[in-house]
C-alpha cells in the first residue's frame, strides 16, 4: 500500500513538473485516468470452474465487502481522487460489476487542497436489518474525519450526505450491527497514556445509536499495543466482518 501510494505521488510529481514548465505557472489537473494491461489475463479460463487471481486487478485496494440475502457488495480505498469509494456487486463473490461511486457529489466528498495522501482510506460498508440501510463509514484524513453516508439501495448512486462522528478520533472505523438490534463502532486511535514504540495504537469501540445518527456512552479500550506487545505492532488494523444471510426485503 506504501509502494502504491509513494508511486501515485511521484506520478503526480513530475506531471506537475512537466505542466509547469511547459505553462510557466502552476500545474492544474482537471481530470486524471488509470488504464492498464497484464498478459495474464488474455489466456482462456473455464468459468465454471476457474478464476483469475487477483479477483479485481487494477487500483481497487483494501476491499471491504458485505452480504445481504444472494447479494454481495464491496467497496475500495480511492485515497486523494474524486469521485470517490468505487462500489462493485456480485453474486458469486468471484465476478465483479462496478456500479459508479459512493461519493459522488462534492457535498460527500471536499478533497480541495489536501496531501496526496490526505484522502479516504479503508471504507467499511455494512448493512443494518434494523433500518433496512447500508452504511459506509470512512475517514477524509486532512478533511472532515470521521463519516458515515447511508442508501437504502447502494447500487443507485444515491448515498446520503456525510454524517460526522467527531467523537471517534482516529481511522478505519467499521460499523457492526447486532442481531439484538444494537450498533457498535470500532476504529484505531491513540494508545492509553504514552506511546512506548513508535507507531504504538490501540482499538477502541463506541456503541453507536442509529437512530439518533451518533456515539454513545464511553468509549471502551479492545487492544491496547497488539496481540503480541513484545513485537512493537505498528498501526494494526480494527476491522469487522459483517455478513447479513437474511433474505432480501
Known amino acids: ?75 475500495n480505498s480511492s485515497f486523494s481522487f474524486y469521485p470517490g469509494v468505487p462500489i462493485f456487486h456480485s453474486r458469486d463473490m468471484v465476478n465483479w460489476t462496478q456500479h459508479g461511486f ?18 479516504v482510506y479503508a471504507p467499511s460498508i455494512s448493512y443494518n436489518p434494523a433500518d433496512s440501510l447500508f452504511y459506509m463509514v470512512n475517514t477524509i484524513v486532512d478533511g472532515i474525519g470521521n463519516f458515515y453516508v447511508t442508501a437504502s439501495d447502494p447500487l443507485a448512486g444515491v448515498w446520503s450526505d456525510p454524517v460526522l462522528l467527531p467523537q471517534v478520533q482516529g481511522i478505519d472505523p467499521s460499523f457492526f450491527f447486532d442481531e439484538d438490534g444494537r450498533a457498535y463502532v470500532v476504529y484505531n486511535g491513540e494508545c492509553p497514556g504514552e506511546p512506548q514504540w513508535e507507531g504504538h495504537r490501540a482499538i477502541w469501540m463506541y456503541e453507536f445509536d442509529y437512530g439518533a445518527g451518533c456515539v454513545k456512552g464511553e468509549k471502551i479500550l479492545l487492544v491496547d499495543g497488539g496481540v503480541d506487545r513484545s513485537a512493537h505492532p505498528v498501526w494494526m488494523k480494527a476491522r469487522i466482518c459483517s455478513v447479513r444471510t437474511a433474505a432480501t426485503a
Open 1 to 75: 500500500m506504501r509502494k502504491m501510494r509513494s508511486a501515485f505521488a511521484l506520478a503526480a510529481v513530475c506531471l506537475a513538473g512537466l505542466v509547469s514548465c511547459s505553462t510557466g505557472g502552476d500545474a492544474l489537473f482537471t481530470s486524471f485516468s488509470y488504464s492498464g494491461h497484464d498478459a495474464r489475463f488474455d489466456r482462456t479460463i473455464d468459468p465454471q470452474g476457474q478464476y483469475f487471481n487477483p479477483i479485481l486487478a487494477g487500483f481497487f485496494p483494501d476491499p471491504s465487502i458485505c452480504r445481504r440475502g444472494d447479494d454481495y457488495y464491496l467497496v
Open 102 to 119: 459512493v461519493l459522488n457529489r462534492p457535498s460527500q466528498l471536499n478533497l480541495d487542497g489536501i496531501r496526496m495522501d490526505g484522502g
